[in-house]
């Protein structure tokens, strides 16, 4: 993997009672924040070969708002994922030249701070809808292994 695009989820409704959290929907600020990262994502013309997405209904609006047209693959454990979870994961798919991992805060902030500064708890926060773009090093993933090319928020 030479790329490396962690995306959190844009602006989610509140937690309804009885509703499950896995249910909750973008509001139309966060369509709109999707749409603007989809925007971002094809002016820096970004060849993506693969997409993991948290099941969770607010993940995979964002993700088909901001990646249209791609194929979107449900990964289960991205949901509440810990950074070293979204860290074996993303392991997994080293044979990905470009991977878009779509997911939630806080395991999607502390993963770029493990990536970039090796430490999960230097993490200094993603607003919704916000994407970090890593160059991967060479080799095998590793804590402070990638750089942080961007940072972008809707």
């Given at each position: 993997?030479?790329e ?44 993506i ?41 993303i ?7 470009t ?54 928020s809707?």
């Open positions: 993997m030479r490396l695009i962690l995306l959190r989820h844009a602006e989610a409704e509140e937690l309804c009672a009885g509703e499950s959290d896995r249910d909750r929907r973008l509001t139309e600020r966060g369509q709109a924040e999707a749409i603007a990262t989809g925007r971002w994502l094809a002016d820096h013309k970004l060849s070969d693969r997409v993991l997405c948290s099941p969770a209904r607010r993940t995979k609006q964002t993700a088909e708002l901001a990646l249209p047209g791609l194929a979107i693959t449900d990964a289960s454990e991205i949901y509440d994922a810990t950074p070293g979870t979204l860290f074996t994961l392991d997994q798919h080293q044979d990905a030249t991977l878009v991992v779509v997911g939630h805060n806080p395991g999607i902030e502390q993963l770029v701070a493990l990536l970039v500064e090796g430490r999960s708890e230097d993490y200094r926060g993603m607003p919704p809808g916000a994407l970090a773009r890593l160059r991967v090093a060479p080799g095998p993933l590793e804590p402070g292994s990638a750089t942080l090319e961007a940072f972008w809707p």
